[in-house]
Nanobody, 116 residues
Framework: QVQLVESGGGLVQAGRFLKLSCAASGLDSSINAMGWYRQVPGKQREFLARITDGGSTNYADSVKGRFTISRGVAKHTVYLEVNSLKPEDTAIYYC??????????WGKGTLVTVSS
């Protein structure tokens, strides 16, 4: 089964920029969209952004204007750019792949810690 691997997390100062990456370990023709979520321990996983195979994007209202999702040249590669990081952006960020006729795929997550 294809696996998703996130990278780019770490400790970042507030106000800085961060770019997260997600790549799939192989090809899965059933994947029709990819996205990003985040989760703070003790809270529900929160949707952030999604991009379809056709390039359409949608964002959670809370991150519009500050987060940007994009696709890479390689198949099943997606990025999340975050501007003006805030301490409340501290969370584990997860990559998601939506599939037709199958369960979504999830990465193991990458931790982002924003210091004030």
């Amino acid at each position: 089964q294809v696996q998703l691997v996130e990278s780019g997390g770490g400790l970042v100062q507030a106000g800085r920029f961060l770019k997260l990456s997600c790549a799939a370990s192989g090809l899965d023709s059933s994947i029709n969209a990819m996205g990003w979520y985040r989760q703070v321990p003790g809270k529900q996983r929160e949707f952030l952004a999604r991009i379809t195979d056709g390039g359409s994007t949608n964002y959670a209202d809370s991150v519009k204007g500050r987060f940007t999702i994009s696709r890479g040249v390689a198949k099943h590669t997606v990025y999340l750019e975050v501007n003006s990081l805030k301490p409340e952006d501290t969370a584990i960020y997860y990559c998601n792949a939506q599939r037709s006729s199958a369960m979504d795929l999830w990465g193991k997550g990458t931790l982002v810690t924003v210091s004030s």
